[in-house]
């Protein structure tokens, strides 16, 4: 069996058929299932295929995208990037 996916012209729609691309490959696990996409959106569908196939690379990156989350967002970080910017404000020459 063939299935193709066509008209997923904004990056978008390839990001919100992932969900159907998992379930199609569950209900037809031999079946070949291709993307016809602008340019642009072709390399995130080859990355989207690719994370599929490597359970062990999705895993990897589940883990830096944490790390990296936890190190520019936490409330701390937020904080001190606030801090240095109302100080940055704030420490103006002294005038008089």
């Known amino acids: 069996m063939r299935i193709l996916l066509v008209r997923l012209r904004p990056i978008g729609d ?4 992932t969900p159907l691309l998992s379930a199609l490959r569950r209900h037809y696990p031999e ?10 959106a072709a ?8 994370l599929q196939g490597d359970c062990a690379l999705r895993s ?3 883990r830096a995208a944490r790390a990296a989350a936890v190190e520019k ?3 701390a970080a937020i904080a001190e990037r606030m801090e240095a ?3 940055a404000v704030v420490d103006v020459p002294d005038r008089f």
């Open 14 to 17: 390839v990001v919100f058929t």
């Open 31 to 40: 079946a070949h299932i291709a993307y016809v996409v602008e340019p642009d």
């Open 43 to 50: 390399s995130f569908a080859h990355a989207v295929r690719q």
């Open 60 to 62: 990897r990156m589940g």
């Open 73 to 75: 967002y936490s409330w």
């Open 85 to 87: 910017e109302y100080r």
